[in-house]
């Protein structure tokens, strides 16, 4: 069994939100970040039997950004 699962979480200039496992083949998609956070706990209990599921869910959150000069 693991602690926790890692998954990075980025914005897109579509305005959705995704996350993507570190070390799974987990991807979600969502349009809030409240939205993602039911799609990962979905997607991860799905994912891996009881047995093997993570403790918790660490999700990374990536924000990037352009500032003009």
Do not use: C, W, Y
């Amino acid at each position: 069994m693991r602690n926790e699962i890692v998954l990075l979480v980025e914005g897109s200039s579509e305005g959705q939100f995704t996350a993507r496992s570190l070390g799974q083949s987990i991807f979600v998609q969502a349009g809030t970040m409240d939205e993602l956070r039911v799609k990962v706990l979905q997607a991860v209990r799905e994912h891996f039997d009881e047995e093997h599921r993570p403790r918790a869910v660490r999700l990374h959150v990536v924000i990037e950004e352009v500032l003009p000069l």
